[in-house]
């Protein structure tokens, strides 16, 4: 089976850009969530889509959208970038949303840069 | 509103010495716990889930355990190797993971 890929690995962006990070979920898992990791920072949920619908959205402005695909890939779109967007993104997939015994997997996440 | 926090924020052991990593969060009502391995710069690597339903789960070297009624978590390695340095991080999830800020351990040969 295939694990959690992102594109693109690393990215530079200019403050007040857009800018669009993907992430193709494992093989069979049909939930995607996408967390924002600061340096020395836990990881901070963003939001979490499951069957193509957002399912859960953490404390980020509107800015901050997403999309997921019939094949449940998914995207991250931000716009109007801040220099404080400047994290590592980090995208995992799991089976079931409600389930106590579904771990999320990993992908190893997109390093964005804003200058 | 869930918290999880993590004791030591960093550890350096020698080579061979068991260790513990500590979690504790404040809401138990959780669908579980979940330990990760994170490598510098890298993305996050399941090593254990343990169901709100459980008090422990083993992996190699790994063990961990969960008392949802304190709150606490406990994650044990044994006889630690220069391999397992990174930083360990748990997390709680109800819908989505809570994580705690992270244990960067080193293992020194």
């Known amino acids: 089976e295939t694990g959690v890929t992102q594109s693109p690995t690393h990215l530079i962006k200019t403050r007040g850009q857009q800018v669009t990070l993907r992430c193709s979920s494992q093989?069979?898992?049909?939930?995607v969530s996408w967390y924002q990791q600061a340096l020395g920072q836990g990881p901070q949920f963003i939001f979490q889509?499951?069957?193509?619908?957002?399912?859960g959205r953490g404390n980020f402005p509107p800015r901050f959208s997403g999309l997921q695909f019939p094949n449940y890939s998914s995207e991250l779109n931000v716009n109007a970038l801040e220099l404080d967007d400047s994290a590592l993104y980090l995208c995992?997939?799991?089976?079931?949303?409600?389930?106590?015994?579904?771990?999320?997997?990993f992908g190893n996440g997109t390093r964005l840069t804003v200058t | 509103k869930q918290e999880v926090t993590q004791i030591p924020a960093a550890l350096s052991v020698p080579e061979g010495e068991n260790l513990v990593l500590n979690c504790s969060f404040t809401?138990?009502?959780?669908?579980?716990l979940q330990w990760f391995r994170q490598d510098p710069g890298k993305g996050l690597t399941s090593l254990l889930l343990?169901?709100?339903s459980q008090r422990e789960q083993t992996s190699g070297r790994l063990n961990a355990s969960l008392d949802k009624s304190s709150g606490r978590s406990t994650l044990y390695i044994a006889a630690s190797q220069p391999g397992d340095s990174a930083t360990y991080l748990c997390?709680?999830?109800?819908?989505?993971?809570?994580w705690g800020l992270g244990t960067s351990l080193a293992v020194n040969p």
């Open positions: 995992a997939s799991s089976l079931d949303p409600g389930s106590n015994n579904s771990p999320l997997h």
């Open positions: 093989s069979g898992h049909n939930t």
């Open positions: 889509y499951y069957r193509e619908e957002e399912n």
């Open positions: 809401d138990s009502a959780i669908y579980n």
């Open positions: 343990i169901q709100s």
């Open positions: 997390a709680v999830q109800d819908r989505k993971l809570i």
